[in-house]
């Protein structure tokens, strides 16, 4: 039998139900596991900002890997330990991209999230990645486009049109060192809104991995995954074991070594997973 060394998981969908609360029996699970010797650490799309909390919550210390592995912090001490950003003429670009095609802009930069006017009807939306959330005057002049420390993301709202051209635009104009990926938010006919996300190209969850392992001392291969979503994919193809949430796509069932009962509405999915994957 394999003896897995560390466990990693995703926060919405995974560990936090629907309604925003943690099954018992997943913390419990957490911290036998964490007694036993095993690590746990958490990889998510949510800023450390939104996810410090549910961390401390269910008692996971060490480094974690949020912005779907753009940035990971240690939960001891706030302790930035990477980050990796849009900036300079990458972000004047993003800048310019946004201002065309008057999308409604969310800046996430500093670990919070600012926005304007525009973005104020969308704001219940954006803050399921934090809610760390201010309104600005205008956010096309915020002092974040030019910070030294760059844009850990972008999201940026609007008609279905808008942000399609938009899209094109950042595959165009930024190349290679941008990922971007558009989805719908509301479609109603004439109606339809759908967002953008942009972040700098290269991590993925998969490579939050790969650095959990290292400064675990162990390898992707000895790592057990837990997740339900698109972004979850890359993680599940590194790691050793990796297991789907029961209301997960079908794609992502099928990307996962193992499927779970447990869905996102009850929870208790990462203790199913623990006691599967390490006998705990």
């Not at 995703?10 to 936090?16: K, M, S």
């Not at 996810?51 to 996971?60: C, F, I, L």
């Not at 309104?135 to 002049?141: A, F, L, N, Q, T």
């Amino acid at each position: 039998m394999t003896t897995y060394k560390l466990l990693a998981i995703d926060v919405d969908g995974t560990l936090v139900r629907r309604d925003g609360s943690i099954h018992e029996e997943d913390c419990l699970a957490i911290q036998r596991l964490q007694a036993a010797g095993v690590p746990v650490s958490i990889a998510t799309g949510r800023l450390y900002s939104g996810t410090r909390e549910v961390a401390r919550r269910v008692g996971v210390i060490g480094p974690i890997a949020c912005v779907d592995g753009s940035h990971i912090v240690h939960t001891e001490g706030d302790a930035h330990l990477y980050s990796r950003t849009i900036s300079g003429a990458e972000a004047a670009l993003l800048r310019s991209i946004t201002e065309r095609h008057a999308t409604a802009s969310f800046l996430f930069a500093q670990d919070s999230i600012v926005h304007d006017a525009t973005g104020a009807p969308h704001v219940h939306y954006v803050r399921g990645w934090s809610s760390a959330i201010a309104e600005v005057d205008r956010v096309s002049s915020h002092p974040y486009w030019e910070h030294e420390h760059g844009l850990l993301a972008l999201v940026a709202i609007g008609t279905e049109a808008q942000v399609m051209a938009a899209v094109e635009e950042v595959r165009s104009e930024l190349g290679r060192a941008a990922f971007v990926v558009s989805f719908p938010l509301l479609q109603d006919g004439p109606t339809s809104i759908f967002a953008m996300m942009v972040r700098a190209a290269g991590p993925t969850k998969g490579t939050a991995v790969a650095w959990l392992a290292e400064h675990y001392g162990c390898s992707p291969s000895d790592v057990v995954v837990v997740g339900d979503w698109l972004n979850d994919l890359p993680m599940f193809e590194v790691a050793g074991r990796s297991f789907a949430m029961g209301q997960a796509p079908e794609n992502v069932k099928q990307a996962a070594t193992d499927r779970l009962k447990a869905d996102a509405l009850l929870g208790g999915g990462i203790a199913e997973a623990i006691r599967r994957a390490f006998g705990h």
